[in-house]
């Protein structure tokens, strides 16, 4: 360690640490615009020049290491004349437009030139203009001449976002921060870059000139879309959730943000909010009061469970509903007799069911630090983006990624080996690797892997394993796979074999707390058509993972009850009743690490829409379930995972007891789908998020063909082509990529456009639009 003296106080730092380091060690303030704790240092805004003994001039704190026996004056006469002379330059062709700027009132210039600033400037010279950029419809850059040129917004895409889509060009005065020619900002993280600009050069385009910062409520609360659990700021005016941003926790997403997490609260006023319990009477829709609502769902219930038995019952929820709600669910079903209530709608195997309750397996913040990572069927920037960022940086100090799927998705990061399949083909895949692991370790493979010939690829992923440190993580793509199971088994006896720690990176906000709550029926509820359908935030023709089969037990049911914050499914449902989102009522989420997190209401429910689980409560006692008796969702909570307990983990268990099968490539002849799920289309809230809509990523190409197919068919990109599964079809407009497997066809889920196809894997086909079959 390294003593040094800041300001007359002694502090102790490692060797190499910066002076600004230290002195936030000791609490001591140094002004300053580039530096940011999780970026590169830059050292060109000069804004934070300490006098140092026996040094000639100002040394800029934020790239001068300490040395034993340093002294540092922060305020001294010689410091502070130095930084006012740097703000000086810095207004020379800053803009004199606070009042109007969005940045007013939570500017970091404007905080600073309050304390460093003159009364006047010296420059009587025109003011520099830079054009606007149009950047998308996330972030705006309509004020570029505001800009300091921190490049904050370069490093963190450079270095955090994976992908440099700002630079600066020109010299001098005339440096500019721009996009690539053409381009627009279309990470899932770009959000980031605003709450980084120090200025008001980069501000929110959904945010901006809706209201000022001093105007706006600051409430506590959790994301309710990937797994991860993001904490939020949800600031409100007037009873409106007005913007969304990151609180800073470093255990969970550091001081980040996806854009799904940030942008998705447009959608909480969308003109498609149900505000109003509804009936539908002769084929017509009727507005109703709670009472009228709960008793007719309640007598329909039980007059289905007298006539058909209560089998015929089945409940499906998501799980982006909370503990609270999703115990309460499968407490009403199962008091009424049936077993039938289920989260995982997109799963497509059960025989885990009972040994495996799936989490991380490790804290989040691990991630960031572990020695190389075999990811197993996900899209990690998509799937779970702010995973992804830990993986990045890991990899930058040197940890190594190995990544099995069936697209070849660009990662942003550097990937030591990579196998690309057909998901027909992922058990062959992963039994190469378990037999390259068994050669690596020199042990006898596993019965039924002896005669397996070891590919390079495979050979590449054993060697990732040759340090310790290493983790196995299974994407979302494993838990819909038709043989979940076995490459449960197979990925479990790598991570055994090899020391690794193993994991699912589980799909949503509350997959782990469905399972805690036992809100699982071990079967597709689908599958077998029942008499009648109780959906909680649930749209089963976009989120069960076979649309085609859901919509056709729901159109065949007798009674459908929706409980949602939106309106939908008037074709096949007989009640809406509607519910609060996430921002609009109490409840917990237990993210993947198996840690749960309770937040409040933001702002009150809109309309006549009341929180679920107290339109459950009322459900339940009118039902004559016993035990329905909450006046509080802590209560609930309490009830379903124990009183005062926050970290779960303990209850969670990643070790299944399957058969490691071994399993040989297929002949890739017929075609077959692989699947994903676009970022944007995952869940009710981000589906209706006008703002999410409009950027790149929500309007991908819905079906990718290979080459090779696409030579065959005569297709090029940008044609229309049918594409056939089951009983139904879709016209779509179709890309080529020519890293897809030969007898695999990539086609979205969740999306209104395919929610008339079948299963998420299996046989599929395509043709050119308007050709025979």
Partial sequence: MVEIEIDGKKVEVAPGTMLL??????????????????????????????????????????????????????NSEKAVQAQKSVMEFLLINHPLDCPICDQGGECQLQDLAVGYGSGKSRYEEEKRVVVPKEAGPLVSMEEMARCIQCTRCVRFGQEVAGVMELGMVGRGEHSEITTFVGKTIDSEVSGNMIDLCPVGALTSKPFRYSARPWEL????????????????????KNGKVMRVLPLENEAINECWLSDKDRFSYDALDHTDRLTVPMIKQGGQWA?????????????????????????SIAAAATAHSTVEELY????????????????????????LDGAVTPWLGMPIAELSNVASAFVIGSNLRKDHPLVATRLRNAIKNGAKLAVLGGTDDDLLMTTAAKIVAAPSDWLAALSDVVAAVAAAKEIDAPAGFNNITVTDNAKAIAKTFAKEGAVVLLGNAVSHHPQGAAIHAAAQWIADTTGAKFGYLVEAANTVGGYLVNATANKDLFATPKKAYVLLNAEPELDAANPQQARAALDG????????AFKHGFEYADVLLPIAPFSETAGTFVNCEGRAQSFNGTVKPMGEARPAWKVLRVLGNLLGVAGFDYDTSEGVRDEALGKGVTDLSGKLNNIGKATLQAAAY????????????PIYFTDAIARRSEPLQRTADA???????????????????????????????????????????????????GHPLTATLGAMFGPIAVQKAGEAA
């Fill in 21 to 74: 380091e230290a002195a936030n060690k000791i609490g001591t303030y140094i002004p300053h615009f580039c530096y940011h704790k999780k970026l590169s240092i830059a050292a060109n805004c000069r804004m934070c020049l300490v006098e140092v003994e026996k040094a000639p001039k100002p040394l800029p704190a934020c790239a001068t290491p300490v040395s034993a026996g340093m002294i540092v004056r922060s």
């Fill in 217 to 236: 409520s600051r409430r506590k609360s959790v994301s309710p879309h990937d797994s991860l659990g993001s904490n939020l700021i949800v600031q409100v």
């Fill in 287 to 311: 507005e109703t009061d709670w009472q009228t609502a709960l008793e007719y769902v309640a007598h329909g219930l039980r007059n289905i469970k007298h006539e058909h038995g209560a089998d």
């Fill in 328 to 351: 309460l669910l499968q407490k009403a079903m199962r008091g009424l007799g049936t077993e039938n209530i289920d989260f995982r709608l997109r799963q497509g195997d059960f025989a």
């Fill in 557 to 564: 049911a007798e009674m459908v009850v929706v409980m949602s």
């Fill in 666 to 677: 297929g002949n890739a002849g017929a075609l077959e789908r692989v699947t994903d799920v």
């Fill in 699 to 749: 309007n991908i190409a819905l079906v990718t063909l290979p080459r090779a197919l696409a030579a065959e068919l005569n297709v090029v990109a940008g044609d229309r082509v049918q594409v056939t599964q089951g009983t139904g079809s879709a016209i779509l407009v179709a890309d080529i990529d020519a890293r897809l497997p030969v007898n695999a066809i990539r086609v979205a889920a």
